[in-house]
T-cell receptor, first 115, second 114 residues
Framework: EPEVTQTPSHQVTQMGQEVILRCVPI?????FYWYRQILGQKVEFLVS????????KSEIFDDQFSVERPDGSNFTLKIRSTKLEDSAMYFC?????????????FGPGTRLTVL | AQSVTQLGSHVSVSEGALVLLRCNYS??????LFWYVQYPNQGLQLLLK??????LVKGINGFEAEFKKSETSFHLTKPSAHMSDAAEYFC????????????FGGGTRVLVKP
């Protein structure tokens, strides 16, 4: 069964460093998303991406964040200069069509720890 | 704006007992509602979804949920808990006016006692 994969599963970085979280969405999906979950808090939407551009982003997704689909398979989230408060589990998701009805398939997540 | 409230961050049930997880939503337009489950060290998996068809929705693993507009609720139930149901469960809403995203509740962790 097709699934969303994410690498790495754990990432430890120093404050101020850049990190890139990688995701491989399901191959025939067209919509891609990033969510995050700070420990003990809700899963929060960060950004959605369609047709090679951001379709929506939350207030969390500031200039320190960027997303890219560098090739036909990967979808990446870059945090330019990490802060302590960026420590969280980051989930990638994808869907065949628009999100209103189509199921979003989630990856297992990348746990980011910023020291 | 849309929001989701899940009552109870932890629920403990005995094996074979009813599982009831509560979810209330707030949405200015008719919503689409989802329940996701997260097993340890895994991603979020869709259990079921309501998309304005039947108000009683059946999902995987014997779970079902009923959409009640008058109560703005979408509670998740399973008649008989199995040990394998131990996981965290998330209710989520997506309303057209809110754009291109899922808004999640805080999650309910289910413990199943033998």
């Amino acid at each position: 069964e097709p699934e969303v994969t994410q690498t790495p599963s754990h990432q430890v970085t120093q404050m101020g460093q850049e990190v890139i979280l990688r995701c491989v969405p399901i191959s025939n999906h067209l919509y891609f998303y990033w969510y995050r979950q700070i420990l003990g808090q809700k899963v929060e939407f960060l950004v959605s991406f369609y047709n090679n551009e951001i379709s929506e982003k939350s207030e969390i997704f500031d200039d320190q964040f960027s997303v890219e689909r560098p090739d036909g398979s990967n979808f990446t989230l870059k945090i330019r200069s990490t802060k302590l408060e960026d420590s969280a589990m980051y989930f990638c998701a994808s869907s065949v069509g628009g999100p209103l009805q189509n199921e979003q398939f989630f990856g297992p997540g990348t746990r980011l720890t910023v020291l | 704006a849309q929001s989701v409230t899940q009552l109870g961050s932890h629920v403990s049930v005995s094996e074979g007992a009813l599982v009831l997880l509560r979810c209330n939503y707030s949405s200015s337009v008719p919503p689409y509602l989802f329940w996701y489950v997260q097993y340890p060290n895994q991603g979020l998996q869709l259990l079921l979804k309501y998309t304005s068809a039947a108000t009683l929705v059946k999902g995987i693993n014997g779970f079902e949920a009923e959409f009640k507009k008058s109560e703005t609720s979408f509670h998740l139930t399973k008649p008989s808990a199995h040990m394998s149901d131990a996981a965290e469960y998330f209710c989520a809403v997506n309303a057209k006016a809110a754009g291109n995203k899922l808004t999640f509740g805080g999650g309910t962790r289910v413990l199943v006692k033998p």
